[in-house]
Each structure stands twice: as structure tokens, then as C-alpha cells.
């Protein structure tokens, strides 16, 4: 994909963590209530709060700092 500012690169990253978040959190669910898995859902939720952590950061500094 060819960008043609920083900016959409950073937005289009974004979106990719949120879409990434969306499908874990569907995941965990969906394991936990039709596998009943629990180490399989712990993992998915670890990976599920690291990309939350990393798009909260990457959103707050791409935002810069609240007036």
C-alpha cells in the first residue's frame, strides 16, 4: 500500500489494532464459552491487552497532548 502522508500511514495502523483487538476479544469469547479453554483464552487475552496498551500509546502520541 503506498501512502501518500505520514498521517494515513499512522491512521490506517491504528485501525489495524483496533480491528486486531475487536477479533481477539470475539476470539476469547467464543473459546472460552465453546472450548472451554482457558489457557488458550489467558493467551489471547494477554495479546488482546498488548495491543490495546500499544494502540492507547500510539493514539496518544499521535493525537499530542490534550489542551
Same mark, same amino acid.
Given at each position: 500500500?503506498?501512502? /501518500? &502522508?505520514?498521517?494515513?500511514?499512522?491512521? !490506517?495502523?491504528? !485501525?489495524?489494532?483496533?480491528?486486531?483487538?475487536?477479533?481477539?476479544?470475539? $476470539?476469547?469469547?467464543?473459546?472460552?464459552?465453546?472450548?472451554?479453554?482457558? &489457557?488458550?483464552? $489467558?493467551?489471547?487475552?494477554?495479546?488482546?491487552?498488548?495491543?490495546?496498551?500499544? /494502540? /492507547?500509546?500510539?493514539?496518544?502520541?499521535?493525537?499530542?497532548?490534550?489542551?
Amino acid at each position: 500500500m503506498l501512502y /501518500s &502522508g505520514s498521517q494515513e500511514m499512522i491512521v !490506517d495502523f491504528l !485501525d489495524g489494532h483496533e480491528t486486531i483487538i475487536r477479533q481477539l476479544c470475539e $476470539d476469547v469469547q467464543m473459546i472460552a464459552e465453546k472450548y472451554h479453554v482457558v &489457557g488458550t483464552s $489467558d493467551v489471547l487475552t494477554a495479546i488482546h491487552e498488548q495491543h490495546e496498551k500499544m /494502540s /492507547s500509546m500510539s493514539r496518544a502520541n499521535f493525537e499530542g497532548p490534550s489542551r
